[in-house]
């Protein structure tokens, strides 16, 4: 279910329920949309930035209107007297707008191709991401969905390559509850040596910058006998190559 009847008063939803296959409940878009082209020449276009035509977009008779920020604040609080639903979203960094992707694909119930759309665009830009790490970006999420990373390693047995996208993955997230996670799995990840997977570099980067000192001690399970300095040294190398 979910809303029918939608205005997107800027591209980002409007591409976004596009890609889902969700255009269908689109009725209104921004004049700024140039995302999909055909979108255009589809949706009627009922606003610009700052403004918006409010009788129009009133006349389509929305059940669900799509914003951003305080700077759409006086066209939110209009359509909100007019007795209209309006979310308006205030994304401000990456993490955020995958936070909005995963709102609006859950309210237009399709939550698990959301998923795997957000895993091909965070994929794109880091290969050792797994469907969990774009699940997470959800907010309030994260205790349901590191289990799901964990267990997605698991599955893929002594492959090492999927053990180090697992914790690379979990690394990446910064929080107490995925390190945790990763240093289950890090006993199982060939970190040095011949022919280590993919994501080695990555993972002792982000094992340096969540935890020094776990970052020291993997190393010298790995490296016995080796002086701080040398272990230190030898962290930051593979973290850089």
């Given at each position: 279910?979910?809303?029918?009847?939608?205005?997107?008063?800027?591209?980002?939803?409007?591409?976004?329920?596009?890609?889902?296959?969700?255009?269908?409940?689109?009725v209104g878009i921004s004049g700024y949309t140039v995302r999909p082209r055909r979108a255009r020449s589809e949706k009627p276009r009922v606003s610009a930035f700052l403004s918006a035509k409010i009788d129009q977009i009133l006349a389509l008779e929305p059940d669900c209107v799509f914003g951003f920020s305080d700077l759409q604040a006086d066209i939110a609080s209009a359509l909100?007297?007019?007795?209209?639903?309006?979310?308006?979203?205030?994304?401000?960094?990456?993490?955020?707008?995958?936070?909005?992707?995963?709102?609006?694909?859950?309210?237009?119930?399709e939550l698990e191709q959301g998923k795997?759309?957000?895993?091909?665009?965070?994929?794109?830009?880091?290969?050792?991401v797994s469907v969990a790490m774009a699940a997470a970006i959800g907010r309030g999420r994260l205790a349901a969905f590191v289990p799901e990373v964990v267990t997605m390693a698991r599955a893929g047995g002594a492959n090492p390559t999927v053990r180090a996208e697992a914790v690379s993955s979990l690394l990446a997230?910064?929080?107490?509850?995925?390190?945790?996670?990763?240093?289950?799995?890090?006993?199982?990840?060939p970190l040095s040596g011949d022919s280590v997977p993919a994501a080695v570099p990555l993972i002792w980067e982000r094992l340096f910058r969540l935890d020094s000192a776990l970052a020291i001690g993997a190393a010298e399970?790995?490296?016995?006998?080796?002086?701080?300095?040398?272990?230190i040294r030898f962290v930051l190398t593979q973290g850089r190559t």
């Open positions: 279910m979910g809303p029918q009847r939608i205005v997107c008063l800027t591209e980002e939803t409007t591409e976004w329920l596009y890609l889902l296959g969700q255009e269908h409940r689109i909100i007297k007019a007795g209209v639903s309006v979310t308006v979203f205030n994304q401000r960094s990456v993490d955020e707008i995958f936070s909005v992707l995963f709102q609006v694909a859950a309210m237009v119930d795997a759309l957000m895993v091909a665009l965070l994929k794109e830009n880091d290969p050792a997230l910064g929080r107490p509850e995925a390190a945790e996670a990763a240093r289950a799995l890090l006993e199982d990840v399970k790995r490296l016995p006998g080796m002086t701080d300095s040398g272990l």
